[in-house]
């Protein structure tokens, strides 16, 4: 029988090997010094697919990885893509979505680093640069929105749970992971023209693809107004030269009281009757916007 137990639970150690892993190098020119985190699976498909998961205010890669609200784990091991989990070097842990450097395509800042890390692991891994997606909720739902604006060659797509628009943190000091209540509160607003160019003139020399957006708010939320939901599908359906009024509604979808909305083939919105900051990420619901 003691031989027995000791096989067992030899047999289910080996069962998972995978863990956590700190990249100490990521070859890292920027002068953030976030860190990078990396998990990846037991099985690996060929060529697989990377999802970045960047946490919220308050977290590190490490307790964001062991959130049971958090599902990629989950979703990697079963599906065999590799996900990578920046870990922010700002005290309170907040992502800089407020300063010049994180602001701007090659500005330093902690944009840049989550990009190098991006670079890293697809030569690590031989991952597949078509198909990198990032998601992240709160603090880590702005920093998705602010790398879609200056690494947009690097992305195919975002998926991220209630967050405010690129650029809407932005800090007139300059500083480094600066709060803005009006922004926050929701009294920032402008037109899907003047959201558009905050994004172009993060990287104003490019004129390449984006990626696909996807983006949640709760209607409760009372940390970032819903307001910063409306301002977002500005910005974005701005971007893509779409209308704001959707092609495609889905009442009570992906679950009841979400209301999915599409704006053309690259915009969609999903808005949550009665729930607050932040929405619980939907493993599946986001795995289909990536096409995983």
């Not at 037991?42 to 590190?60: A, E, G, N, R």
């Not at 700002?90 to 680093?113: E, F, I, M, R």
């Not at 480094?176 to 993060?202: E, P």
Request: glycine fraction near 8%.
């Amino acid at each position: 029988m003691l031989f027995h137990g000791i096989l067992a639970g030899l047999l289910a150690s080996c069962a998972s090997a995978a863990s956590l892993t700190q990249v100490s190098n990521y070859n890292n020119n920027a002068t953030s010094k976030a860190q990078m985190w990396v998990y990846v699976p037991d099985k690996v498909v060929t060529k697989p697919p990377l999802v970045v998961v960047i946490h919220s205010c308050q977290s590190t890669a490490q307790s964001y990885f062991t959130n049971s609200k958090i599902p990629w784990k989950q979703g990697s091991d079963k599906k065999g893509y590799i996900t990578v989990w920046p870990s922010s070097p700002n005290s309170g842990t907040c992502w800089d979505v407020s300063s010049k450097q994180s602001l701007a395509h090659l500005g330093g800042g902690d944009s840049q680093a989550i990009a190098n890390m991006i670079l890293y692991a697809l030569d690590k891994y031989q991952a597949d640069p078509a198909r990198v997606y990032v998601t992240g909720g709160s603090s880590g739902a702005m920093m998705s929105n602010v790398l879609a604006a200056t690494y947009p060659e690097l992305i195919s797509a975002v998926s991220l749970y209630s967050g405010v628009p690129a650029g809407c943190f932005v800090s007139a000091s300059g500083g480094v992971d600066q709060w803005n209540n009006s922004c926050s509160g929701g009294q920032v607003k402008a037109s899907a023209d003047q959201w558009k160019k905050v994004v172009l003139d993060m990287y104003p020399s490019y004129d390449g693809p984006r990626p696909k957006m996807q983006f949640w708010h709760g209607s409760a939320d009372t940390t970032l107004a819903p307001q910063n939901y409306q301002e977002t599908l500005k910005q974005w359906t701005g971007v893509f030269g779409v209308s704001q009024t959707a092609t495609n509604e889905r009442k009570n979808y992906p679950q009841s009281q979400y209301t999915t909305d599409d704006f053309g083939p690259n915009v969609q919105g999903i808005y949550a009757q009665g729930v607050g900051h932040s929405v619980p990420a939907n493993l599946t619901a986001s795995e289909e916007w990536f096409g995983l």
